[in-house]
Every structure is written in structure tokens, then in C-alpha cells.
T-cell receptor
């Protein structure tokens, strides 16, 4: 079983829809949670970054983390055709006893999203 | 340049050959990472450099893979005796030191095909 599970989709929605993307994980040491967006033949770009549990909102995007359930979500409101991409969840543990960490991320498989006009 | 630069963007080689992939990180970023992304999968961690030294190489799959960063800037990922299973996109990322674990800036990747 993978440490991070993500439904690969594909997911197809009409423009303006609310999109919900999810990941589950098994490693209770994960404390940093991220969502990356990856366009075809491009590198991933960071969308949202959350430390520990809670919600974070940035424009049309909302990230939620529920550590008790080991479950994270990304919501996209008023989805646009330009949102069509692969969405990757990623997480990492605190790897340094000095209170810092580095980018040793564990990614989900990615969910392919298409928003059609 | 403004972003992470990777060369070549595409590399086709034959089984058993030696390959080098180059990464030029964002200026001033002390941390550099290599990830590998197979088709339909998320990226997998290979190695992390802090400055010139490899601080964590636990993701390198075997001793055919090696990476260097001799002057603390450009890094080269080297693959010896390539195998068909090495075919993937090799992603490089950089970040400022101690600025959170998720704020990685990725390049567009080097797509390696081993025939």
C-alpha cells in the first residue's frame, strides 16, 4: 500500500463547477501538506501549502487537512478551463530535530482534471 | 534565468549507455532536489543537496545513479548502464534553505527514454 493514495480520475466538470480533490495517507508523521498543479509537459507548481490541520483559502482555492482522519482536500470554486491540469497532493514529515524540514516530499499519483466550457 | 533550467529537455538513449542530466537552479537557492516521475505517477524523491553536499540520497534506486553539485549551484544527475525501466521524466527543484518543506520550484524536467 502506498503512503499517499490519490484517485487518478480523470475528472471532467463543466465550467463554473465546484471541484473536490482528495488524498488519504498512512504516515502519521506527515505534518506539511501541499497541493501542486502540473500542466502537460511542465513541472509541478505549488498551489497551496498547509502546516498541520485546518483550512486555508487563497482566492478560488481552499485546502483542508484533517490529521485525525489522515485526509486532505482541495476545493476549486468557479472552475475555469484554465484549471485543466493534473493536481498532485504532496506531504512531508518534520525531518530535522532542530525544527526545520526540507523538501523530501511524498506525492500522490495525481488527479487529471478537465474543465470544459 | 528566472526559473529552474534543465537540459536536455528530451534524451533518447540505448540500453546500457551512460546519461547525464543537468539542472541549473534559481539563483540564490541553496537547496536542490532531484525527483523522478514515471508516466501516470507522482514525482518520487531521489536526492537532496544542501550546498555542495548530498544531505539525503535515500531515494536513489541503486548504484547506477549518482548526482553531484560541485560548486553549490548547477547539479548533474548521472545514470550508468541505463535500463528501460529508467525511462521517466527527471525533475529538478530548488528552494531557499529553511523556508518550509513545500516551497519547491520545479523545472520542466528532462524526459529520458531508454530503448
Amino acid at each position: 500500500q502506498k503512503e499517499v493514495e490519490q484517485d487518478p480520475g480523470p475528472l471532467s466538470v463543466p465550467e463554473g463547477a465546484i471541484v473536490s480533490l482528495n488524498c488519504t495517507y498512512s504516515n502519521s508523521a506527515f505534518q506539511y501538506f501541499m497541493w501542486y498543479r502540473q500542466y502537460s509537459r511542465k513541472g509541478p507548481e505549488l498551489l497551496m501549502y498547509t502546516y498541520s490541520s485546518g483550512n486555508k483559502e487563497d482566492g478560488r482555492f481552499t485546502a483542508q487537512v484533517d490529521k485525525s482522519s489522515k485526509y486532505i482536500s482541495l476545493f476549486i470554486r468557479d472552475s475555469q478551463p484554465s484549471d485543466s491540469a493534473t493536481y498532485l497532493c504532496a506531504m512531508s514529515a518534520l525531518l530535522n530535530a532542530g525544527g526545520t524540514s526540507y523538501g523530501k516530499l511524498t506525492f500522490g499519483q495525481g488527479t487529471i482534471l478537465t474543465v470544459h466550457p | 534565468g528566472a526559473g529552474v533550467s534543465q537540459t536536455p529537455s528530451n534524451k533518447v538513449t540505448e540500453k546500457g549507455k551512460y546519461v547525464e542530466l543537468r539542472c541549473d537552479p534559481i539563483s540564490g537557492h541553496t537547496a536542490l532536489y532531484w525527483y523522478r516521475q514515471s508516466l501516470g505517477q507522482g514525482p518520487e524523491f531521489l536526492i537532496y543537496f544542501q550546498g555542495t553536499g548530498a544531505a539525503d540520497d535515500s531515494g536513489l534506486p541503486n548504484d547506477r545513479f549518482f548526482a553531484v553539485r560541485p560548486e553549490g549551484s548547477v547539479s548533474t544527475l548521472k545514470i550508468q548502464r541505463t535500463e528501460r525501466g529508467d525511462s521517466a521524466v527527471y525533475l529538478c527543484a530548488s528552494s531557499l534553505h529553511r523556508v518550509g518543506s513545500g516551497e519547491l520550484f520545479f523545472g520542466e524536467g528532462s524526459r529520458l527514454t531508454v530503448l
